[in-house]
């Protein structure tokens, strides 16, 4: 008799670390999901603001360019003109982060450095520990107690 019932709670506990095992695994699964969809949704809005900054930063190299231009040859002082070679680097720029490929080559560079220059990635004193944190905890609880 004991065996039987030894057995069938045996069988029991064995379902029950299946069940759990799936069921961790499937919030984990969620939880990646989850993480995956916010970074797509943050990169999203950080192209979105490039771009829009793009319209107003080519509204304004566009008007003073054409300003500068006119006025470099109204007075004939060709040093007018000097203005509007910094701001082509910084609409070209601009243009590449928002249409171009320069997304797509710092993230060839960045995997590039997780490959090669994994030093370079550390943390400084080293990946956070539960002690280090358990230090800070009390370190900060007694700082607003002594208040």
């Known amino acids: 008799m004991g065996f039987i019932f030894s057995k069938s709670v045996n069988e029991s506990l064995k379902n029950q670390k299946e069940f759990m095992l799936m ?31 793009l319209k107003y930063f080519g509204s304004f190299y566009g008007l003073t360019t054409v300003a500068l231009t006119i006025g470099a040859i109204k007075k004939k002082k060709p040093q007018l003109f000097i203005p509007v070679i910094p701001l082509s680097f910084i609409l070209a720029f601009q243009y590449d982060k928002g249409y171009g490929t320069l997304l797509q080559r710092m993230k060839c560079e960045a995997e590039n450095i997780i490959d090669t220059d994994y030093a370079a990635l550390e943390m400084p004193k080293g990946p956070i520990t539960f002690d280090d944190l358990e230090k800070a905890r009390r370190a900060q609880s007694k700082f607003f107690i002594e208040k």
């Open 23 to 53: 069921n961790s695994r499937l919030q984990l699964e969620r939880q990646l999901l989850m993480q995956n969809q916010m970074r797509e949704r943050q990169m999203a809005m950080q192209i979105a603001g490039t771009r829009e900054f």
